[in-house]
């Protein structure tokens, strides 16, 4: 069965203090490994789409890169505002309609 | 960007009673739809996906009599949670896939917060 582990389960950050969340997964025929941004109380935010190891995308202060096993999402001197849950999903060719959720970082930046 | 809108953002039902929640696509058209469930401080869940015009597809565990979803367009689909009880009292999120982009992205709608009293 797919499985999605994310790593830290929270994280404290200082703002401008950079650091790197983890998601490895175990899934045989990846279709896709996604990062979503999930704020108290709203529906997740799409971020990424990964589909092949060594694969990367950035948007402001993040960036993502994949692995045969990992995803990492780096976030490069965060602000206040970065804080979030992050939440990993990957898609697999037994589950070709749905995503398979991690149970998310929570990232807090203090000022 | 893709839209997908929720109504109502949030609802207090009492026990017994039937709430439903919409799903719309406001800017593309989603001949898939999913709905999640999430806990405080747990992940999505995925509960069904529904395909426009066709029967949803439940995951295990999930009433299907209980949770009724119907997607009869391109651009909506519900979810009718019927003889609610306290322990339905959770987060509902939908989902919609855009059928126009490929690879087909997967959009979000804020989530509803349903609780049962």
């Known amino acids: 069965e797919d499985q999605v582990t994310q790593s830290p389960e929270a994280l404290r950050l200082q703002e401008g203090e950079s650091s790197s969340l983890n998601c490895s997964y175990t899934?045989?025929?990846?279709?896709?490994l996604f990062w979503y941004r999930q704020d108290p109380g709203k529906g997740p935010e799409f971020l990424f789409t990964?589909?092949?190891a060594g694969e990367e995308k950035e948007k402001e202060r993040l960036k993502a890169t994949l692995t045969k096993k990992e995803s990492f999402l780096h976030i490069t001197a965060p602000k206040p505002e970065d804080s979030a849950t992050y939440l990993c999903a990957v898609r697999g060719p037994h589950n070709n309609n749905d995503m398979r959720f991690g149970a998310g970082t929570r990232l807090t930046v203090k000022p | 960007g893709a839209v997908v809108s929720q109504h109502p953002s949030w609802v207090i039902c009492k026990s017994g009673t039937s709430v439903k929640i919409e799903c719309r696509s406001l800017d593309f058209q989603a001949t898939t739809m999913f709905w999640y469930r999430q806990f405080p401080k747990q992940s999505l869940m995925l509960m069904a996906t529904?395909?426009?015009?066709?029967?949803?597809?439940?995951e295990q565990g999930v009433e299907k009599d209980k949770f009724l979803i119907n997607h009869a367009s391109l651009t909506l689909s519900t979810l009718t949670v019927t003889s609610a009880h306290p322990e339905d009292s959770s987060f509902y999120i939908c989902?919609?896939?855009?059928?126009?982009?490929?690879?087909?992205?997967?959009?979000f709608g804020p989530g509803t917060r349903l609780t049962v009293t």
């Open positions: 529904s395909n426009e015009g066709s029967k949803a597809t439940y």
């Open positions: 989902s919609a896939r855009d059928r126009a982009g490929y690879p087909p992205e997967q959009y």
């Open positions: 990964l589909y092949s």
């Open positions: 899934v045989s025929g990846l279709r896709g």
